[in-house]
Each structure stands twice: as structure tokens, then as C-alpha cells.
């Protein structure tokens, strides 16, 4: 295992050894059942455990609570998982409302089955996957991953999913396909935010085809153990552990293949402000404020000390080649 710490005290491992041994035993049984060939199985009980995870969302039910209390053992312990509480009621799902709260009070509505992701573009197997296929086509896994928000805080959070990577090898990309873009659902009738004109719905975000390869980019369908809650993306999202967490896209209904960088929901808002790349980064400050440091959600408080924020989130190691010889400041 290797464990690099910087001049701050903080320890930073790979994602994978950010999850405690300990922490999550009382639910492999259900991260197995979820990762194994009986991902149809999972699936049958979908519905039943979706009612579930949205009971579990209220305050001081759901057994994450309890569980998530657990530090990260010995030298990880700077690495506290997020309360899962705090996880699933401090969002930003612009489609159900600007608010923090909003999303948990709105997302109620969205109706997350039959759900289906139409994969287009410069691939050779293009089409509507169901979500049920999407779900079999690898085994899934646990992956504790840091989340830091443009905004300036951050959360650790448990997601259960699989490298997108093995659902773009699948699809088998063109010669010529150099990005990918995501589309978002805007359905006016059940997200009260897709009026508002904060963005231009749909939410659609981008990435560098070598970036959605990348074994860290990850389809999430679940957190804490759990079926994704509606507020934090069900029934599908992306997870990019090193950017910025607006590309990390939530309740996902289109992947395209395309040749050309693609237009992004928050770089046609403010193009001087969120960048393409949007790599975590405290050395480029968002014109507003600075980047520098972040606010851990459940660490607030009188007392609560900023944490640093690393460079590409804390996944320089795994991510740093990706843009060797590239000017940060250039491509932010
Ligand atoms: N996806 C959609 N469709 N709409 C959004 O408003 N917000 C993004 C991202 N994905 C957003 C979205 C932002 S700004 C962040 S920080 C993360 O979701 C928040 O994810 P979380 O609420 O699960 O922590």
C-alpha cells in the first residue's frame, strides 16, 4: 500500500484504501449482491429497495448513520466518511431547485423506472440500453471517493458502480471519437428547477474520451450501499473523483461519441468560470473565490478547521499523466 503525505499532515491514498476494512462489513452482502453475476437479482428487488432507500433518507434512520460514525482506521483517519445524512441532504441537482435542500424535498417525483441511456455517436454498437442491461454488464463495486464541489466543499462518500470504461469498451468507439458528452433528463413535469433559466437544459457535461476511459471515472447506481437516493442522481451518474463535482452527472439519459469538445451546460453559463477540464485545482481560483482550501459537510462548526485542497482532488498519482505537458491555468 502506498501512502503519500504532504507537509499538511494529511495522509492521501488511493481510493480504494480510503475504505475502511471494518466500516461497511455489516452490508457486503448486499455490495456482493449487487457485484456479482446476480446483478439481475439486485435488480428484481429494485423497486422494492428503492421504496427503501428513500424511507432510509429521512434524519436518523438509515443504518449509514450509525455505521458512517466509524473512522477510517489508523493513519486514514483524516478520511472520515460523510454521514450519509449529510450525503443525501446537501445536494446540487439544479433540475429540483437552486437550494441545498431542495433536491431531497423535490426529487420524490422523479421516476426512475422503466429508465433507459440512448448511446449514440461515433460508435460501432449504438442504441437504448436498458438500465437493467447497464446493471449486468459488470461486476460492481464499493469505491470511497472524495467529491469536492466548485462551491468549496467537499464530502467522502461510498459509491457502488463500475468503471464507465467497460461500458464504453462495449459500445466500441470509432477511430475518430476523441470525447464523450452526457445528457441529463429535463422533464418540466416532474424537476421544478428545468424552468428556471439558471442553465440551458438539458444539464449536459463532457469529457476527454482517454478521461471517461480512465479506471477512476465510475457509473455509480448506488452509495452507502444502497440503490442511488433520487436527490443524489438514481437511477445512474457519473462520478469524477478529480474534477470539479458538476461533472459528475447526475441521472444520466444520453452518452454521445463525438469528434469535437462538446458544449457544457455550466461553460455556456459562464464560460470565464467553469472551465471544460474543471480539474480540481487550489492553484487556479475560480474568479470569485479562492480554491485553496474546502469545507468538509459534516465538519462544520465553530471550531472546524479548512482542509487543503489537493491537486486533482488528492488523484494526481492516478490521474496526473493524463495531461502531461498541458498548461493547468490554460485549461482549467
Ligand atoms: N447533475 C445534474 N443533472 N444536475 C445538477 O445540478 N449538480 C452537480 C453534480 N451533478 C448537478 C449534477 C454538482 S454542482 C455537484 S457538486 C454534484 O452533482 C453534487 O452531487 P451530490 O449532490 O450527490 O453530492
Redesign the pocket.
Known sequence: MLIKTNNQGFVHTIPSEITPEATYQSRRSLIRLMAGGVAGAALASWAAREALAQDWAAPGQHPALARSKTSVAGALSLEKVTEYQH?STY?????FGTDKADPAQNAHALKTSPWSVEIEGMIKKPGRYALEDLLKLSAQEERVYR?R??EGWS?VIPWVGYSLSALIKKVEPLGGARYVEFV?LADPKTMPGVGSRVLDWP?VEGLRLDEAMHPLTLLAFGMYGEVLPKQ??APLRLVVPWKY??K????LVKIRFTDKQPATAWNKAAANEYGFYSNVNPDVDHPRWSQATERRIGEDGLFARKRKTLLFNGYEAQVGQLYAGMDLKKFF
Open positions: 450525503a445536494n446540487n441537482f439544479y433540475e467529491l464541489c466548485v464530502m441529463t444539464y443524489n442522481g463535482g458538476f459528475s452527472v447526475k441521472s
